[in-house]
């Protein structure tokens, strides 16, 4: 990126912003460096970060001050930052009336099952394939030349990107 170059604006979207679009936002932002500048908002935000989502985030050495759920408004008319992608990461999200953004985002979908719904003794395991997953896909967009590509083909390649971790994430190990 430019000096003068603004960074790329993402929003990840979840109904609730309590675990997997926190856990995209900090990756984003630790991983992207001064390219990437990323938020994360729910329809329906719970008002909480669920504590191991935030434990998750400590346990792999990233900051979790500041960490807030909020709503999709404070993304949405005037005054609002200008959006460059907006990724929804529940399906719930995906399937909502969603606000105008400013900025005319690209918008693409990663379902990712939510890591909250896993009992208490299975919470470790969820929340440890949530965020590899996202991880995996968020250094797979760090890596693409977005700033030499046409922004309709932006959205081609996040797809591409989450369509190629599923398939991989469905082959069992062996």
Request: with cysteine; aromatic share 6%; hydrophobic share 35%.
């Amino acid at each position: 990126m430019k000096k003068d170059e603004a960074p790329i604006t993402v929003l990840i979207l979840c109904t609730g912003n309590s675990s997997r679009s926190i856990l995209a936002e900090v990756l984003f932002n630790d991983l992207g460096g001064e390219r990437f500048l990323a938020h994360s908002a729910g329809s329906q935000p719970s008002g909480n970060v669920n504590p191991d989502a935030l434990q998750k985030l400590a346990d792999e050495g990233h900051r979790t001050d500041g960490l807030r759920s909020k709503s999709w408004d404070e993304f949405s008319g005037p005054g609002a930052p200008p959006v460059d992608i907006v990724i929804t990461v529940c399906d719930s999200a995906a399937g909502e009336s969603c606000p105008l953004w400013r900025g005319s985002p690209i918008t693409v979908h990663w379902g990712i099952p939510d890591p909250a719904r896993a009992s208490t003794a299975e919470a470790d395991a969820a929340f440890d394939l949530t965020y590899t997953q996202l991880r995996s896909r968020i250094e797979q967009v760090i890596e693409l030349p977005l700033e030499s590509l046409d922004r309709r083909h932006w959205k081609d390649a996040f797809q591409r990107i989450h369509e190629a971790a599923q398939m991989r994430e469905a082959i069992p190990e062996t």
